[in-house]
């Protein structure tokens, strides 16, 4: 079989579906060479090879051929050692089978034609070594052939033809290298404990060395120093060393170079076609702490034809030196797909798909994807920066495979997107080097642009691509008008949007026209978003869909509230559409695993069946359900909104199947799982009414079955165990009843019945119950416990099942209501305002701590603490372990495993610096902080003005509250103390911190 293809390494590099198939390692048999790369020139190129001597002219033409219509010509000959070269994808240690055949042009004398390879080893004097050679005449084709095989490190090598005829011009066809072993399988390993780069280079002018005063294993690294921009350092050739459609993993090991104390390092590949570079991050930008090594580590699947392909080491910014050991790049073996197991798309009653990319469509990837998806989204090849990164000029290699392969495949095709704020050039906002204002002209500017863009991209793929993004995320819940100020809005304010619809429906009146989102599910931003769609659609823009993203996670949002999206939305007559979801394994944006634990992976499986439970009962109101990815080793989050482990998808790395599969699937698969929730202490009153204690937690929400749902908590005294449940039950029966199991024990509670243990009250729509369990009750206790919600008319049961764990109580406190000048300096205001006492130890058991108040008013939170420390220090460079006062707050209180948008992380030294922690770097809460501070005798004070946008206060309403100060002794962080969180993690999570109510 032929290979008609212009590079090296075949193996490696699959043709594009219109040429003739290669043979792949995958599909060659176990004894039989593996091609490595082979050329033909039957594209019309030179398929890599270029001239060897000043002069000298390669091209690929028809005036004869070996086989097929085509062969390399090469011209302007005058030495000998002048020829046609090409860089082969060879490795040291192998032995190569190589063979050409050759033809003199008409009228030229016989002479030798002859192959040979120019290697220059690391460190070494360059050589010439001849593979194979034969007396080549005008008269027809002679096979050359040699074996070829080197043992040492040799970054430089070029194999070429030659003729011991200084001037004759000649042709080269049918170029084919074999080896007994598959490159593409055996990996790359460099330590530089040779004393050379061994095959590393620098991808400028940056200076290589082989180091050894540092080494993360053995005793040599390599130090890269002189960088000229931040991509420039060490970089090596992995060029036939990946297979297209296999997955490898990389790895290396990188340190800060001398004198260089921060810096961020990434490792990326680079590959080429035909002179065109395209780089793919392996590992995101990292920190590098100082004084140590730190691994950068990835997957990458080769999904191009390429015909150069190395790896690299970078930075995010500047040309600060460093080292890298211990490189690898692994082949990961493919695991067959399951294909006992249910399709996907065979149990929904509606279309479901994937988010994919090129790699998607090769291999096992492909299996997977066509065996249980009937939709795709291309997950940036049709972004405009991938389409038009300069105006006017478009490009649509990607886009066009990817329609291509749904089509060939059957695969309906989600288009993503066409206006966003992110992922468009900077040319699109400016003019020349000015940015645009919103001038009438710059505006009309910005609206054209979008227009041209709109009809290039729709126009090209009309009647293929049956839905469209039109505009993504274009609302922000926090701002007075709830619209994104992004620069399309800057501008155009909401005509980008209405031009982009328009436009759109003239482009392709077929397509489905989305307003996707994210966030949708949560309160604000929903409705935020529906009254955008309808202020839209009143005016007759044609919104046809609306696009929920539903990026969520093992614990939150509730599903209930994504059924309150849905339901909501449903009364605009709009399609709806779930178009990125995926379930993260954390509930924070800090935490990380080093591997996932079962009962989280089995926790997401539950999840998965809750969330597409919804997604069933709203079959009728949405067309579509994509997945933000085909399988974990695949994921955005993998490297959002940091760099870590996470698994949010149904199938693995190794493309099988999940918990979260078998949730969305069959859930009488799922394994057990034990739930956990804290009881906090308290004694309440046995009468079915939510007094106050009820009142400073969340509910916890089980999930609903049918029509049935409820929600609980748990307190725990002396006395035993209370149990407050609310159940969301329309069909009133006298069998109804709620069943709680304490360790084997159970008791049933009668819908309208009262016992001495228990009291019921009707609610709109189904009851209230309120239980006291006798239990052995003790702080820091667990409790097994389950809860079952009957439903006697329909038959249903929702339950919980876990383990409580018994709590300290949770600390109430009280904001007076007044607004005091914020100048570090207590106003008489501040006496009506009740004070607690930081006395909860997290770090250490002694030092300092604070007397706190808190005032309020119509759009603040007002904190005074009142530090006693006689020893202060801002040494350390991390504000956490300075002396330091931190203000928690939770407009809703939530009580959540991680932060909301609108929960906050507050910071004030003793002199005043601030640093604010929340979601996606405080974006959300950033502005709210307005503090002073002042040092006193034995202490400093700090008074804070905390802006509260996201709600309207009132009296009576309770907001999540805590207070931590750090005693810093030095440079270290001696000691921590809190109001009421003892867990430590109030900088990740809501779920400890106390309760402020808002008082007179």
């Not at 590098?288 to 080491?313: C, N, P």
């Not at 009728?620 to 940091?642: E, K, M, N, Q, Y």
Request: with cysteine; hydrophobic share 40%.
């Amino acid at each position: 079989m032929r290979f008609p293809r212009s590079w090296a390494a075949a193996a490696l590099l699959c043709l594009p579906l219109s040429l003739s198939p290669c043979i792949t390692a995958g599909t060659a048999q176990a004894a039989a060479p593996v091609t490595i790369a082979s050329y033909d020139f039957e594209d019309g190129t030179a398929q890599g090879w270029s001239p060897r001597g000043s002069g000298v002219s390669v091209a690929a033409v028809q005036d004869a051929a070996h086989s097929g219509s085509a062969s390399l010509l090469t011209t302007g000959r005058t030495d000998t050692w002048n020829g046609a070269s090409v860089t082969p994808p060879l490795e040291k240690g192998v032995t190569y089978s190589v063979t050409a055949h050759a033809r003199l042009t008409a009228g030229t004398s016989a002479n030798t034609i002859a192959l040979t390879v120019q290697r220059t080893p690391d460190g070494g004097t360059t050589t010439y070594e001849r593979v194979g050679a034969g007396t080549v005449t005008d008269a027809a084709w002679v096979e050359i052939s040699g074996t070829y095989s080197f043992t040492t490190d040799s970054p430089d090598l070029l194999l070429y033809a030659e003729s011991s005829d200084a001037t004759a011009s000649f042709y080269l066809d049918d170029v084919t290298i074999t080896a007994d072993t598959d490159p593409g399988r055996s990996g790359v390993t460099t330590d530089f404990e040779t004393g050379t780069a061994q095959g590393w280079s620098p991808r400028a002018s940056a200076t290589l060395a082989v180091a050894t005063d540092q080494a993360h294993g053995g005793t040599a690294a390599l130090l890269a120093t002189a960088r000229s921009a931040s991509w420039d350092g060490p970089a090596r050739s992995v060029l036939g060393k990946m297979t297209k459609g296999s997955k490898y993993t990389l790895s290396v090991w990188v340190r800060l170079g001398p004198d260089t104390t921060a810096g961020d390092l990434g490792l990326s590949v680079e590959r080429r076609l035909n002179g065109t570079a395209s780089y793919d991050q392996v590992a995101a930008p990292t920190a590098i702490a100082a004084g140590g090594w730190t691994q950068l580590k990835g997957s990458y699947t080769l999904a191009y034809d390429v015909d150069f392909l190395s790896v690299y080491v970078e930075s995010s910014s500047g040309t600060f030196p460093f080292y890298i050991d211990d490189f690898t790049l692994t082949y990961v073996p493919a695991k067959p797909i399951q294909t006992d197991i249910p399709a996907v798309k065979d149990t929904l009653p509606f279309q479901v798909g994937a988010a994919i990319s090129r790699a998607q469509t090769l291999g096992g990837h492909e299996e997977l994807l066509t065996r249980h998806f009937d939709s795709v989204t291309p997950g940036n090849a049709l972004k405009w920066d991938a389409t038009e990164p300069r105006e006017g000029e478009f490009t649509f290699a990607d886009g066009d495979y990817l329609v291509d392969y749904a089509a060939a495949h059957g695969l309906r095709f989600r288009g993503h997107t066409l206006a966003w704020h992110s992922q468009t050039p900077d040319w699109v906002f400016k003019d020349g080097d000015r940015p645009l204002t919103a001038a009438p002209a710059d505006k009309a500017l910005l609206l054209k642009r979008l227009e041209n863009h709109i009809r290039a991209v729709m126009g090209r793929y009309k009647g293929r691509i049956q839905t469209w993004d039109v505009v993504n995320e274009v609302v922000d819940e926090n701002q007075p008008d709830g619209m994104r100020r992004s620069p399309w809005f800057q501008v155009t304010g909401y005509d980008f949007i209405r031009t982009a619809f328009r436009v759109a429906r003239e482009a392709d009146p077929a397509a489905k026209l989305v307003l996707n989102d994210y966030n949708t599910e949560l309160p604000r931003k929903r409705q935020a978003v529906f009254n955008l769609v309808k202020k839209l659609r009143a005016e007759g823009v044609p919104i046809d869909a609306v696009g929920h993203q539903l990026h969520v996670n093992i614990e939150q949002p509730a599903a209930a509230e994504i059924e309150k999206t849905i339901e909501l939305f449903a009364g605009l007559g709009v399609d709806q559409q779930v178009t990125e979801l995926d379930v993260s394994v954390y509930t924070d944006f800090v935490s990380t695993y080093t591997t996932v634990p079962p009962e989280v992976l089995a926790l997401q499986g539950y999840r998965y069946k809750e969330i597409f439970d919804v997604f069933r009962r709203q079959a009728a109101r949405l067309s579509s359900v994509t997945l933000w990815g085909l399988a974990d080793d695949g994921t955005w989050l993998s490297t959002f909104p940091i760099t870590r482990l996470n698994a949010p998808l149904p199938f693995d790395d190794e493309l099988q199947a999940k918990p979260a599969y078998w949730g969305i699937v069959d859930p009488a698969q799922l394994p057990p799982l034990t739930r956990r929730l804290d009881a906090p202490q308290a004694s309440v009153k046995i009468d079915a009414e939510r007094e106050q204690q009820w009142n400073l937690l969340p509910d916890t929400p089980i999930a609903r079955v049918g029509d049935l749902a409820a929600r609980f908590q748990a307190r725990w005294s002396a006395a035993g165990l209370a149990v407050l449940a609310e159940v969301d039950d329309r069909t009133c029966d006298k069998a109804d009843t709620l069943t709680l199991r304490l360790g084997g024990a159970a008791r049933v509670v009668a819908r309208d019945g009262r016992a001495s243990w228990y009291r019921t009250a009707a609610l709109t729509g189904g009851y209230r119950a309120e239980a006291l369990l006798p239990a052995s009750a003790a702080l820091g206790g667990k409790l097994p416990f389950e809860l079952v919600a009957h439903d006697a008319k329909g038959g249903k049961d929702v339950s919980w099942k876990g383990e409580l764990t018994l709590t300290a109580p949770v600390k109430p406190t009280t904001a007076a209501k007044g607004t005091p000048v914020v100048d570090g300096v207590a106003d008489a205001a501040w006496s009506r305002a009740p004070e607690v006492t930081t006395a909860t130890w997290i770090q250490g058991g002694s030092g300092a701590t604070a007397k706190v108040r808190a005032l309020w008013d119509a759009g603040h939170l007002y904190v005074l603490a009142r530090v006693t420390d006689p020893a202060l220090s801002e040494e350390s460079q991390n504000a956490w372990e300075q002396d330091s006062v931190e203000i928690f707050v939770d407009p809703n209180n939530g009580k959540s495993k991680g932060y909301d948008d609108d929960d906050g992380q507050y910071r004030v030294s003793f002199s005043g610096r601030q640093t604010i922690g929340g979601t996606f770097d405080a974006a959300g809460v950033k502005n709210n902080l307005v503090s002073a501070a002042k040092v006193v005798p034995g202490g400093y004070v700090v008074e804070a003005s905390i802006a509260l946008p996201t709600i309207t206060p009132a009296k009576g309403d309770l907001l999540g509250f805590d207070v931590q100060v750090n005693d810093a002794t030095g440079a270290a962080r001696t000691g921590a103390v809190t109001w009421n969180d003892s867990s430590g993690r109030s900088y990740l999570s809501t779920a400890g911190w106390g309760v402020l109510e808002l008082g007179k």
